[in-house]
């Protein structure tokens, strides 16, 4: 129970940074720090106490392993967290080059 | 992008073979041990990467290198999407696994999984050398 | 299952520096420290793929935050500024919503199996068949590329689109004069 | 052979193959778009007929039975979306050609065009849970890298604002995910459907429910999470507003909400009235508070993107009535506000291609000299508000009609009261922009974005006309795919699997 509160933990760490950091690369930090949380949350509830790894390495014995699915997931999860990372932080390098400050109450071209 | 000093580079070239033979390791061992694709892929993209930062790269050859790298992205790409459909083809299901089996636990076995990796290793590596090509070397990509 | 708990903890403590710390680039290396402990984490839960995934992404995410970083500044003004009211306003909301979120969500996993009793419904079904129907011996491998390969292949579609989106982007000018 | 993972190996493969054409010959690109597009369109029709044979249609990835491998689940339901996405599409690609002539970096455009077009296409196809996450995320970076793409400061700021808030949806339902997977471990869409049968009710349920509707409430744009939407719409070029507002938010938040509400959890309003009249709550919020702050606005895209919010409301309406007839009219809705809202963005952004201004203050007298966009707008416009006998009259009606039959009367008469709003922000916009008189000379608009244009016209015309058949032969049998709850999953596990 506290290893699955200490992800949500996590989360709200990362959801902090969104919420109230008003630096773009804390912002993009807080989204890396979700992202772990919701993996790691994923990677967790798929264990199982005493089993090994689901790599088969002999055909005849009984398998005991742990799960496997969420472990692909995660895997997918992981590089999709990649990819948003690296798009967001293009986005803030061309946001800073134009003006020259990772602030955001200083970059406010838009109402609303 | 300048270079570093010369005992970064002289390390890079002892290290780099092996960096990359690690992750071509990586990618062909994926349905046997831990690791895949994915992980080699990147591995690959770290050799890229090292090579650029130790030697530094000037302007031509970074345009070239990064035309190069989305053609093999694309080429990766059409590899993994060219494998499901000759599932579809060959036996008329998307992602059908159409190879034999053969034994467990050899490296020519598991049918479609080892050509998959291969696809998403070249992929990947391709990928991720762009990327970081694009953040942290060239200065503006130049227009096509 | 102490080793859990250290690094869980260690993970958490990472995360707060990284958030909190003036410096970018010490920021970036505590988030390296908290992918590093996740990583370390997944070992302990028998996921060496993920583990290996793990690693060799966090590297690659933190060159590329210190590549930006290095491009720009390394100094947070933000920090220790006065709180604007809106601020303040969000911060009320924020923890508000926190604590709720927190009492929901335990409530929630009070009903899901414990920690270490995974129900494996469907994945048992995969340990008993994986190997004879796919022949690969890595049955993380079997499902990410045999029986669940749609969804590879849209991981490795979101990687180009991001390689795409990110060279489309750094373009030199957006519109011709 | 089947046809159903084409939808999605097309794009796809036309994206992978865009870069390297790119480097061959430059105009190459938009005419394979194009082509592609077109033929995409052809393929939906298609689509359409094979829903017409069977219920549902369940297709094997690599032939795995359902809980082992992923399923493609196509029902009628599906058959309609893939329609009007291969619409809109097919149209936005055309009025593409010449808007792209002033801007840079054509073959990006076009990849990350086609790969969208293959996320939006993969969710509505889709048969399960993380599958649909994954293409919603493909086409959820996609579209974040095209509201930036002309690289200016606001639309830089757009696209982080609108990633920020696109990125907590996302991410919230893969928590969702995590939650769901650990209690019923299968991600088969029909598989858990069956599974949270035994656990209908308990606090569990209700909370994995509430965060997938939280999740899917950011993307689509409801009012308390549409900060994000009022930006990016008018900032993103023209083509894309018309994508993101005609089929982006519907499919992304509208479609896999009423899909998993419906046929998942199977929630009804038989059993739960209370989490539909919820529902209608939070759409009456958005059609209230968007429409009257659409008559404040001055910016002609922005004014269009608070219209578009309101609009969404009025689906959500539909499907919180949660009778037949509601169900019909919402999923009419889906068809005829994404015809007319691509429609009137195509004009926006035919007046931006022309004289590259959209404060309604700074045009006027647009209608004389640019009468195919004026007529344009004018139809569009009137389809929005609701006047027979363009589509959106039909759909409306479709969605009073189930209120009425759902008892709900003073639903009905809000329902037509509130259609005065979007009367009020449109009448300022014709009134600005098009009626009075100008001595400017604009140049005119190309040829590949009017016939963009007259496509949809004539669409939103014919389908008003002809909305009887319309009605019995596709949407009907959508709004039963959905209404038929817990269904779905014997359907999907005994379903029709087509092959050789």
């Known amino acids: 129970m506290i290893i699955f509160v200490s992800c949500i933990l996590l989360f709200l760490i990362g959801l902090y940074a969104i919420v109230i950091k008003r630096n773009l690369i804390k912002i993009a930090i807080g989204f890396a720090l979700i992202e772990y949380a919701v993996n790691l949350l994923f990677a967790l509830v798929g264990f199982k106490r005493g089993a090994l790894a689901p790599i088969i390495t002999q055909i005849d014995t009984p398998h005991h392993f742990v799960d496997p699915i969420p472990q692909a997931l995660v895997l997918t999860a992981i590089v999709i967290a990649l990819g948003t990372t690296a798009l967001m932080l293009t986005v803030i390098l061309r946001i800073y080059n134009q003006y020259k400050t990772f602030d955001i109450a200083k970059i406010k071209k838009l109402t609303g | 992008m300048k270079g570093m000093s010369a005992i970064v580079k002289s390390i890079t070239n002892i290290t780099i073979g092996f960096i990359f033979l690690y992750g071509v390791y990586i990618i062909l061992h994926g349905h046997l041990t831990p690791g895949g694709g994915f992980a080699g892929g990147v591995i690959i993209a770290g050799v890229f990467v090292l090579k650029v930062l130790a030697f530094g790269v000037d302007k031509s050859a970074e345009k070239k290198s990064s035309t190069i790298a989305s053609i093999f992205e694309s080429i990766g790409g059409l590899l993994f999407v060219g494998v499901a459909l000759l599932g ?20 020519l076995s598991a049918g479609i999984i080892p050509l998959c990796n291969i696809a998403i290793g070249i992929k990947v590596g391709a990928g991720l050398f762009s990327i970081f090509l694009a953040l942290a070397a060239v200065k503006y990509i130049m227009e096509d | 299952m102490i080793e859990l708990y250290l690094f869980l903890g260690f993970m958490l403590v990472a995360a707060i520096i990284a958030t909190e710390i003036k410096d970018l680039l010490a920021a970036v290396i505590s988030l390296g420290a908290v992918g590093f402990s996740i990583a370390i984490i997944f070992i302990f839960v028998q996921a060496p793929d993920l583990a290996i995934v793990q690693i060799v992404v966090e590297i690659l995410t933190v060159v590329v935050f210190v590549a930006v970083i290095l491009r720009t500044t390394h100094l947070d003004e933000t920090i220790g500024k006065k709180l604007a009211g809106s601020q303040i306003l969000a911060a009320v909301l924020f923890a508000g919503f926190a604590v709720l979120f927190l009492i929901v969500s335990i409530r929630a996993l009070q009903q899901i199996p414990a920690f270490g009793h995974a129900t494996m419904k ?24 045999d029986f669940r390969a749609l969804d590879t292949l849209g991981e490795a579609t979101v990687l180009f689109t991001s390689v795409i989106g990110v060279v489309a982007l750094m373009r030199k000018t957006g519109r011709k004069k | 052979m089947t046809i159903i993972p084409l939808y999605i190996a097309i794009p796809l493969i036309s994206a992978f193959l865009i870069p390297i054409l790119g480097k061959i010959y430059k105009p190459l690109v938009w005419m394979f778009s194009t082509m592609v597009s077109f033929a995409l369109f052809i393929l939906s029709l298609y689509g359409i007929v094979l829903t017409q044979e069977t219920s549902l249609i369940v297709y094997k990835m690599g032939n795995w039975a359902p809980p082992l491998g992923i399923v493609m689940a196509f029902d009628s339901f599906s058959a309609f979306m893939v329609l009007v996405i291969a619409i809109i599409v097919f149209a936005c690609c055309l009025f593409s050609i010449r808007f792209l002539s002033n801007y840079t970096g054509q073959w990006k455009f076009y990849t990350l065009f086609m790969l ?4 939006i296409m993969g969710i509505v196809i889709t048969g399960d849970l993380f599958n ?16 930036a793409f002309g690289l200016k400061g606001e639309q830089l700021e757009a696209s982080f604002k609108y990633m920020v808030m696109g990125e907590i949806g996302g991410l919230t339902f893969l928590l969702a995910i995590a939650l769901l997977y650990a209690k019923v471990s299968t991600l088969n869409l029909a598989d858990i459907s069956m599974s949270l049968q035994t656990i209908h009710g308990t606090t569990f349920f209700w909370m994995v429910l509430g965060l997938i509707v939280f999740a899917f409430s950011i993307k689509a744009a409801l009012v308390p999470f549409h900060s994000w939407c009022p930006d990016a719409y008018p900032a993103a070029l023209a083509p894309i507003s018309s994508l993101l507002a005609g ?3 519907k499919v992304f938040g509208i479609y896999t909400l009423a899909r998993i509400i419906f046929n998942v959890f199977a929630v009804s309003r038989a059993t739960d009235p209370w989490f539909f009249n919820i529902l209608i709550g939070m759409g009456l919020l958005s059609i209230i508070f968007a429409g009257l702050t659409a008559l404040n606005q001055k910016d002609y895209k922005r004014l269009l993107a608070y219209s578009s919010i309101s609009q969404v409301g009025f689906i959500l309406l539909g499907f919180g009535i949660g009778n037949y007839f509601g169900v019909v009219g919402a999923i009419f809705y889906i068809l005829a506000h994404g015809l007319s809202k691509a429609l009137l963005f195509f004009t926006s952004g035919s007046i931006v291609h022309s004289i ?12 004389e ?3 195919t966009t004026a007529w344009s707008f004018r139809i569009g416009a009137m389809s929005v508000i609701g006047l027979p006998p363009f589509v959106g009259f039909w759909a409306k009606l479709f969605i009073i009609i189930g209120a009425v039959k759902a008892g709900m009367i003073w639903i009905a008469i809000l329902t037509g009261a509130l259609s005065i709003l979007s009367l009020a922000y449109l009448l300022k916009i014709e009134n600005n922009v098009f009626m009075k008189k100008t001595t400017a000379i604009i140049k005119g608009t190309p040829f590949t974005m009017r016939i963009a244009m007259v496509f949809m016209v004539v669409l939103i015309v014919v389908l008003g006309l002809g909305f009887q058949p319309f009605v019995d032969f596709i949407i009907g049998p959508a709004a039963h795919a959905l209404l038929r709850g817990v269904e779905y999953a014997h359907l999907v596990f005994e379903g029709v699997v087509t092959g050789f």
Do not use: H, W
Request: aromatic share 10%.
């Open chain 2, 88 to 107: 579809l083809i060959v036996m008329g299901t998307f992602f059908l696994n159409f190879l034999p089996k053969g034994e467990p636990f050899r490296l």
């Open chain 3, 122 to 145: 469907v994945a048992s079904e995969y340990i008993r068949i994986g190997l004879s129907q796919t022949g690969g011996a890595n049955l993380v491998a079997d499902v990410i590329l």
């Open chain 4, 116 to 119: 969208m077009t293959a996320g």
């Open chain 4, 132 to 147: 649909m996450f994954v293409f919603l995320e493909i086409a959820a970076i996609a579209s974040y890298a095209l509201v």
């Open chain 4, 247 to 249: 089929v982006c938010t």
């Open chain 4, 356 to 367: 590259d201004k959209t404060n309604i203050a700074d045009l006027s007298g647009l209608g």
């Open chain 4, 369 to 371: 000299q640019m009468p």
